[in-house]
């Protein structure tokens, strides 16, 4: 955000609900802007872009947990919100703290499987490094494992297994006949594809999983793994990658008119929730972005809605959010990757550049002003 600002935003107290990639770009652009509160359960932001590396680097799981207090300070709240009351412009917390808002950004994210994402019970950031330590051993200990889903996740994770601790017989089934679902081309997909191979992943594609139920229930146990073309794989590990759920806890009583199908809240094209102008939706719980939910796009949303705050205290027309072309920048292990900008397929060499060799650890550390712990 630009180093222009008006004094009708100093007063006014915005109130963030969410840590995460959304959530902290959003307070960085309004740092030193206007009265700010940056709420999240946990005490550090959960860098999970750089997660699955945690499973196979030892000593890594410490540089994916970045502590909110150095950078924020006292605008920092740790605390769950189980309410936000629209009518009277306040966010409620677990212990029954209310905080009052003139604007309030709603960045609540996703729940998805470990290791890539954490539980929203997962709050105690000693307790998440160890789940992180005890996965890169069960990892060490297996000889054959299955990832399920061939999105982002499940990609990335084969690579980072194969890369890494190359002796693992590695199989990915994914339900679809490519890879990576989305707006990305054939030649994007394929690379993918052929990068796997190449490192002996054992890619098993159009396949459905018959017996979902059962891997979830046996935890980390060797279990046997069947699809419905009558493939049957033995494992030592199973991780599910496919399917985010949208953390709707917050918001879901008092918004829930104002929420899809998939929980996300209904925004429009100035990332304001429907029928409410003080109050925005950003990153994965909002409705903008549909095929793309990324990082990335969370970091344009902030940006949009910092400015859009500033205009609204100023009493000035709002900018609209404009969404950006297919971006995704793909780690296959730290050696490898594939990346598309609009319909460019740059190829593994610029992805190993810009994201593989370190997931942006440095970036986002640097971001909210700190040093990577060594």
């Known amino acids: 955000m630009g180093s222009w600002y008006s004094s009708n935003l100093k007063e006014k107290h915005v109130v963030i609900v969410g840590g995460g990639y959304g959530g902290v770009a959003a307070a960085n652009h309004l740092r030193g802007k206007c009265k700010l509160t940056l709420i999240d359960p946990k005490e550090c932001m959960h860098h999970c872009v750089a997660s699955l590396r945690a499973v196979v680097e030892p000593g890594y799981a410490k540089k994916i947990f970045i502590p909110y207090k150095p950078a924020f300070g006292e605008s920092f709240k740790r605390g769950t919100v189980t309410e936000i009351d629209v009518a009277t412009k306040k966010v409620v917390l677990d212990n029954g703290e209310a905080i009052h808002y003139d604007y309030l950004i709603i960045a609540t994210g996703t729940?998805?499987?470990?290791?890539?994402?954490?539980?929203?019970?997962?709050?105690?950031?000693?307790?998440?490094?160890?789940?992180?330590?005890?996965?890169?051993?069960?990892?060490?200990?297996?000889?054959?494992?299955?990832?399920?889903?061939?999105?982002?996740?499940?990609?990335?994770?084969?690579?980072?297994?194969?890369?890494?601790?190359?002796?693992?017989?590695?199989?990915?089934?994914?339900?679809?006949?490519?890879?990576?679902?989305?707006?990305?081309?054939?030649?994007?997909?394929?690379?993918?594809?052929?990068?796997?191979?190449?490192?002996?992943?054992?890619?098993?594609?159009?396949?459905?999983?018959?017996?979902?139920?059962?891997?979830?229930?046996?935890?980390?146990?060797?279990?046997?793994?069947?699809?419905?073309?009558?493939?049957?794989?033995?494992?030592?590990?199973?991780?599910?990658?496919?399917?985010?759920?949208?953390?709707?806890?917050?918001?879901?009583?008092?918004?829930?008119?104002?929420?899809?199908?998939?929980?996300?809240?209904?925004?429009?094209?100035?990332?304001?929730?429907?029928?409410?102008?003080?109050?925005?939706?950003?990153g994965d719980c909002s409705s903008a972005d549909d095929e793309a939910k990324m990082g990335y796009t969370a970091s344009l949303h902030a940006y949009t809605v910092a400015w859009n705050i500033q205009y609204l205290a100023d009493g000035k027309s709002l900018t609209a959010y404009r969404p950006p072309g297919p971006l995704m920048v793909l780690p296959i292990g730290r050696n490898g990757g594939e990346m598309q900008y609009g319909t460019w397929v740059l190829g593994s060499f610029v992805a190993r550049m810009i994201k593989s060799k370190d997931l942006f650890t440095r970036r986002f550390w640097g971001e909210m002003r700190q040093s990577v712990p060594m």
């Open 111 to 282: 729940t998805g499987g470990f290791p890539g994402k954490l539980g929203l019970d997962m709050k105690d950031v000693s307790r998440a490094v160890d789940m992180y330590n005890d996965m890169l051993q069960k990892i060490k200990a297996a000889e054959s494992i299955v990832v399920i889903g061939g999105g982002p996740v499940g990609v990335e994770l084969a690579g980072e297994i194969k890369t890494d601790l190359a002796d693992k017989q590695v199989t990915l089934i994914h339900s679809k006949s490519a890879l990576i679902d989305g707006p990305f081309t054939e030649s994007f997909r394929k690379s993918t594809h052929d990068q796997l191979v190449a490192l002996g992943v054992n890619v098993l594609l159009d396949q459905k999983v018959t017996n979902l139920s059962d891997l979830e229930n046996a935890g980390w146990a060797r279990c046997t793994v069947e699809t419905e073309k009558g493939n049957s794989i033995k494992a030592d590990l199973v991780f599910l990658c496919a399917g985010m759920k949208t953390n709707t806890d917050a918001y879901e009583n008092t918004l829930a008119e104002k929420m899809d199908d998939r929980g996300c809240l209904i925004v429009n094209e100035f990332l304001q929730v429907n029928g409410h102008e003080n109050v925005f939706a950003i």
